[in-house]
């Protein structure tokens, strides 16, 4: 079965600390993927990786970094926590047949708090 | 925007099929149908998809229409433990990117009765 770890279930941080989210993929997948889970406004995608060094932002990059140094590793980066990024942070990993993504494997998610 | 309607809630009998029902009448023709479900405070966790024929998998069987414009999720023998929100989701399995992302809408959350 496909495993998608991160490092924290749950995480509190003041205002302004920066704050480091990270997820590891035991299938070699290539693709990895940030998400936020907010009530009302379902999945947002901030960040994705097809390849090691590889990123691209998503709809709501801002205020987020990421690296993707190891082909198993996809670490999120908050440079400056503030409290609108109070939110369940959801990482996702998805293998690439040829040129076809399939399904996407989820991660339990990190309860971040911004106090 | 989410691209598919399903019902808000179902109630099922433990040990009995579950069937979500689940509509995308504007389902193009290389889109694909998949399930996801999400466990009170866990991530997503993928089911099951398909394009065109019936599938079927360990967890579950996905029924698509000759039109493709619904389909069902079936969960042959629902436990307590299939208590949970499921997302039914239509999307093009291209090249990974922004493009792929999921985009869950409501979903159906699901209660299993003892």
């Known amino acids: 079965d496909v495993k998608v770890t991160q490092s924290s279930r749950y995480l509190v941080k003041r205002t302004g600390e920066k704050v480091f989210l990270e997820c590891v993929q035991d299938?070699?997948?290539?693709?990895m993927f940030w998400y936020r889970q907010d009530p009302g406004l379902g999945l947002r995608l901030i960040y994705f990786?097809?390849?090691?060094?590889?990123?691209e932002k998503g709809d709501i990059p801002e205020g987020y970094s990421v690296s993707r140094e190891k082909k198993e590793r996809f670490s999120l980066i908050l440079e400056s926590a503030s409290t609108n990024q109070t939110s369940m942070y959801l990482c996702a990993s998805s293998p690439t047949s040829g040129r076809i993504v399939y399904e996407q494997y989820f991660g339990p998610g990190t309860r971040l708090t911004v106090t | 925007d989410a691209k598919t309607t399903q019902p808000p809630s179902m109630d099922c009998a433990e040990g009995r099929a579950a069937n979500l029902p689940c509509n995308h009448s504007?389902?193009?023709?290389?889109?694909?149908v998949y399930w996801y479900r999400q466990i009170h405070s866990q991530g997503p966790q993928y089911i099951i998809h398909?394009?065109?024929n019936n599938e079927t998998n360990e967890m579950a069987s996905l029924i698509i229409t000759e039109d493709r414009k619904s389909s069902t999720l079936i969960l042959p023998h629902a436990t307590l433990r299939d208590t949970a929100v499921y997302y039914c989701i239509v999307r093009v399995a291209g090249l990974a990117g922004r493009d792929d992302k999921i985009i869950f809408g409501k979903g159906t959350r699901l209660h299993i009765l003892p």
């Open positions: 398909g394009l065109k």
């Open positions: 990786s097809y390849d090691v060094k590889m990123k």
């Open positions: 299938m070699d997948h290539e693709n």
């Open positions: 504007t389902i193009s023709g290389n889109e694909y």
